[in-house]
T-cell receptor, first 116, second 111 residues
Framework: DTEVTQTPKHLVMGMTNKKSLKCEQH?????MYWYKQKAKKPPELMFV???????INESVPSRFSPECPNSSLLNLHLHALQPEDSALYLC???????????????FGPGTRLTVL | KQEVTQIPAALSVPEGENLVLNCSFT??????LQWFRQDPGKGLTSLLL?????REQTSGRLNASLDKSSGRSTLYIAASQPGDSATYLC??????????FGKGTLLTVNP
């Protein structure tokens, strides 16, 4: 099973709302990622978690708050977003790189976020 | 800072043609290179991953090559089909697990 699931598929929120995006994988991957993708642009890395610890934060505004409660789950908490934050938010996972494993990143289908 | 360029930005071919997509990167100190496919409004599907020590990888009608010293990779698609129509993204992997993406090539295969 090489599936990464994301919920919800679509989300519309106002600038004062608090919402969360969820991502789940059951491939035993210990690295998980959040990406943001604007229309007709490539994905941009936001956060990397390795072994449930935040290892990379690409200078993302604090209105985005990631959380990794266990090795299978990754959340992205959203608060006080701006209309320019509207985008496709992609979650990915991979093995933590070792001699015997590859770190192919497997992506979920994404959450289409619209901020009004 | 790693920069990844993909040429062409768009490509339209008749069904059955063999085609090549190009990817170049500025910093040869890479860990790996991954090719993805993305359908409109969807997530990314991993096609092939080439480790920095490898020269090529094959999967079905797809063949990807890597020349790390010259900073280039190609994705070869044999006998193209309409179902191959999508955006193809090249991404370079660094030592910190960060993927740097190119802007993609939009491929249209016409029946």
């Amino acid at each position: 099973d090489t599936e990464v699931t994301q919920t919800p598929k679509h989300l519309v929120m106002g600038m004062t709302n608090k919402k969360s995006l969820k991502c789940e994988q059951h491939m035993g991957h210990r690295a998980m990622y959040w990406y943001k993708q604007k229309a007709k642009k490539p994905p941009e890395l936001m956060f990397v978690y390795s072994y449930e610890k935040l290892s990379i934060n690409e200078s993302v505004p604090s209105r985005f708050s990631p959380e990794c409660p266990n090795s299978s789950l990754l959340n992205l908490h959203l608060h006080a977003l701006q209309p320019e934050d509207s985008a496709l938010y992609l979650c990915a996972s991979s093995h933590y790189r070792t001699v015997t494993s590859t770190d192919t990143q497997y992506f979920g289908p994404g959450t289409r976020l619209t901020v009004l | 800072k790693q920069e990844v360029t993909q040429i062409p930005a768009a490509l339209s071919v008749p069904e059955g043609e063999n085609l090549v997509l190009n990817c170049s990167f500025t910093d040869s100190a890479i860990y790996n290179l991954q090719w993805f496919r993305q359908d409109p409004g969807k997530g990314l599907t991993s096609l092939l991953l080439i480790q920095s020590s490898q020269r090529e990888q094959t999967s079905g009608r797809l063949n990807a090559s890597l020349d790390k010293s010259s900073g280039r990779s190609t994705l070869y698609i044999a006998a193209s089909q309409p179902g191959d129509s999508a955006t193809y993204l090249c991404a370079v992997g660094g030592s910190n697990y960060k993927l740097t993406f190119g802007k993609g090539t939009l491929l249209t295969v016409n029946p």
